[in-house]
């Protein structure tokens, strides 16, 4: 089955503790994104990849880091966490090299306490 | 910097009524327009998208339209069922950063009554 997954699904963590949301696709798409989901403010993309080891800051991105090492892996990296990064987020992939029809996971509930 | 504004927040409606969801964004150049459901606990999915060169596009229940001139392009949603209720997301794709990036309105919440 076509699938973006990410892991964990909830995760509560303290101030300061590094921490990493994996995100991986089986749909050998390029493009790759990571956005957060906040209420009365939509998704707001946090980085984006156009390919392996291409990628770029989206609106959002400070506090956070991003890697693709390879095609189907794109972890997202909260180096010092603050409880601001409380959010819920998802990763997504496309089948092109922009952000059109873009395939969402399930998304991670993060708090940061 | 770009933005997308949608109205209503929320909107209730009977089965079988239709529902209207409108977006409006910043950026004239934008130039790809989807909107997404996102069901409870679950990921957006994306139900039907329009480029700037298309000022209509239909996919049986649903419909998009685009005013360029207006900057504003709403989704149309034909005899709704009790599973059509969900959360709506409009995006739009603007020139700044080389059509790199989608930005989102707020989400309109919609329930269907049956």
């Known amino acids: 089955e076509a699938q973006v997954t990410q892991n964990p699904r909830y995760l509560i963590t303290v101030t300061g503790k590094k921490l990493t949301v994996t995100c991986s696709q089986n749909m050998n798409h390029e493009y790759m994104s990571w956005y957060r989901q906040d209420p009365g403010l939509g998704l707001r993309q946090i980085y984006y990849s156009m390919n392996v080891e291409v990628t770029d800051k989206g609106d959002v991105p400070e506090g956070y880091k991003v890697s693709r090492k390879e095609k189907r892996n794109f972890p997202l990296i909260l180096e010092s966490p603050s409880p601001n990064q409380t959010s819920l987020y998802f990763c997504?992939?496309?089948?092109?090299?922009?952000?059109?029809?873009?395939?969402f996971g399930s998304g991670t509930q993060l708090s940061v306490l | 910097g770009e933005n997308v504004e949608q109205h209503p927040s929320t909107l209730s409606v009977q089965e079988g009524d239709s529902a209207v969801i409108k977006c409006t964004y910043s950026d004239s150049a934008s130039n790809y327009f989807p909107w997404y459901k996102q069901e409870l606990g679950k990921g957006p999915q994306l139900i039907i998208d329009i480029r700037s060169n298309v000022g209509e596009k239909k996919d049986q229940r649903i419909a998009v339209t685009l005013n360029k001139t207006a900057k504003h392009f709403s989704l149309h949603i034909t005899e709704t069922q009790p599973e059509d209720s969900a959360v709506y997301f409009c995006?739009?794709?603007?020139?700044?950063?080389?059509?790199?990036?989608?930005?989102f309105g707020a989400g309109t919440r919609l329930a269907v009554h049956p």
């Open positions: 997504a992939s496309s089948p092109g090299r922009l952000n059109e029809k873009l395939f």
């Open positions: 995006a739009a794709r603007p020139f700044s950063g080389g059509y790199n990036k989608l930005i």
